[in-house]
């Protein structure tokens, strides 16, 4: 069967993965989906003698159909070189019978890299494919690592430009810092004042308005999504679990068959829904295991049928996944109603209407190889804590999530392996306080030294690079004027 792309909210729509890539979201709103996962076409065993480069394509060849080979190695090669501080791209380390996958070692040392340092390559790749000589606007909503790692990733590439909102106080000062020092020609970043799901809806709704789309493309202009709607997202971190089981079986620590679980910290849904579809591509992937912070709209889901996102929300130590509305979660949706799009667009018409919906019984038994736990701030400090003592390993406040969860829930009989997405530096505050209450009142630069020492690593050279850098962009808005910022930055 001829692998293509449909919407979840519209069967019948039936795009290549190139003209999926390059629109973002659906026409409908939707969000593009393939009509079915594809299995591996190579065994894990062979994908042992791999390396990333390689694994990436075995997976990514299946899912971008209509990309040439020669178009993907060499988007695969651009993305992964020597922008990450590691060969391996994306290492395995072992702690205490526990495996981290380490997802930080791009450019902004969050796991958005592993996708954001390949989608500037795919989209322009697939524009040239249809002929599509809009410029592109890449319009995103950040809860802090996508807007530095999609700027990072399309500063000064042809025929784009980025536009990003994020959450004046809702990120890390690194977090900040990274993005208000941004240099390029074709970059602009805007504080709200709002929290992410108003930056997201915005920007949503921004997508959905067909008068703004005429007069764009009146101006030769067309926008796409670099947020993990974006398929182009999702497929490449598809590759990193691949990877990760492949590395167990070289080392021995799996034999051939034998099930582990994955454990992801969750906000958007994106990170955990490319393991599934590892699972689904045939990985020996048992449970999936959804970690949540205090905003735990997702566990509450998992665990009673009913997302409701009517209720506080929290400010935390782990603000990547301070989200309410997870976007992602649609496609999961859409697969556990068998795929019957009508049954996908109501609920998702229900939740924005009344912000929750409820799913049928029938749709819920098929959850269940997901399993979602949650950590408390404080629980997450005390991770930390935990790990560092016992090890002396640190791990930032996501990847701390994920852990206290697997710690809770994760049965010692079988292997487990943590999605570990950003690096403690960049979440130096809340680590080191973490591990120690003297820090508190510590200046946050100083701490960057202090890390180095206590963990015995280097500083990564995105942290260098924003000590002394200069702060370019200072423009806000508010949540109703996003449209407005826009149209102003585009000289509509
Ligand atoms: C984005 C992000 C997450 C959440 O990933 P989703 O794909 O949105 O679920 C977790 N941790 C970090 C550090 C992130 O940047």
Do not use: W
Request: proline share 2%.
């Amino acid at each position: 069967m001829d692998l293509h792309y449909k919407s979840t909210r519209d069967s019948n729509v039936n795009v290549t993965a190139s003209q999926a890539i390059l629109a973002g979201l659906a026409p409908d709103g939707g969000l593009f989906v393939p009509n079915y996962i594809p299995s591996l076409d190579v065994s894990l065993d062979e994908l042992k003698s791999m390396d990333y480069q390689q694994t990436a394509y075995a997976v990514m060849k299946q899912f971008l159909t209509d990309f040439t080979e020669e178009e993907l190695k060499d988007c695969i090669e651009k993305a992964y070189d020597d922008k990450f501080d590691t060969e391996s791209i994306a290492p395995l380390v072992k702690i205490d019978n526990t495996y981290y996958l380490e997802l930080f070692h791009g450019a902004t040392i969050a796991f958005k890299d592993m996708a954001l340092s390949i989608l500037p390559h795919l989209l322009t790749t697939a524009a040239k494919k249809n002929q599509a000589d809009n410029e592109i606007v890449i319009l995103t909503a950040t809860s802090g690592d996508t807007g530095k790692a999609a700027m990072a990733g399309f500063a000064d590439v042809e025929g784009t430009r980025i536009i990003v909102f994020y959450p004046k106080d809702g990120v890390s000062k690194v977090q900040k810092l990274q993005m208000t020092t941004q240099k390029g020609n074709n970059v602009d970043v805007v504080a709200i004042h709002g929290n992410f799901d108003n930056a997201q809806s915005g920007v949503k709704a921004m997508f959905e308005d067909r008068e703004l789309a005429k007069e764009l493309n009146g101006k030769g202009i067309q926008f796409s999504s670099a947020n993990s709607i974006n398929i182009g997202r999702l497929i490449p971190q598809v590759a990193y679990y691949v990877y990760a089981c492949a590395k167990l079986l070289e080392n021995g620590e799996i034999k051939e068959g034998e099930k582990i679980d994955v454990v992801v910290p969750t906000g958007n849904f994106g990170n955990i829904l490319a393991a599934y579809y590892a699972k689904k591509m045939g990985l020996p992937i048992d449970k999936l295991v959804c970690a949540s912070n205090e905003n735990k709209v997702l566990f509450d889901f998992l665990k009673t049928g009913t997302y409701d996102k009517n209720r506080e929300f929290v400010l935390t130590s782990s603000p990547s996944m301070d989200i309410l509305i997870s976007s992602n979660l649609e496609r999961l949706i859409y697969l556990i109603t068998g795929e019957d799009s009508e049954k996908t667009k109501a609920l998702m018409e229900a939740l924005k209407q009344n912000g929750r919906y409820e799913i049928s019984d029938d749709m819920y038994e098929k959850l269940s190889d997901i399993t979602g736990g949650y950590a408390t701030e404080e629980q997450t400090a005390d991770e930390i804590k935990r790990v560092y003592e016992k090890t002396g390993y640190v791990i930032d406040t996501h990847t701390a999530v994920a852990s206290y969860v697997c710690n809770k829930t994760c049965s010692d009989d079988k292997k487990c392996i943590i999605a570990s997405t950003a690096s403690p530096y960049k979440f130096v505050k809340s680590v080191m306080t973490a591990i120690d209450k003297k820090y508190t009142d510590a200046d946050e630069f100083a701490l960057l030294e202090t890390l180095c020492e206590i963990s015995k690593t280097q500083m990564p050279q995105a942290i260098k690079d924003i000590l002394d850098a200069e702060i370019i962009h200072t423009a806000e808005c508010d949540v109703d004027k996003m449209k407005e910022t826009v149209k102003n930055i585009l000289s509509l």
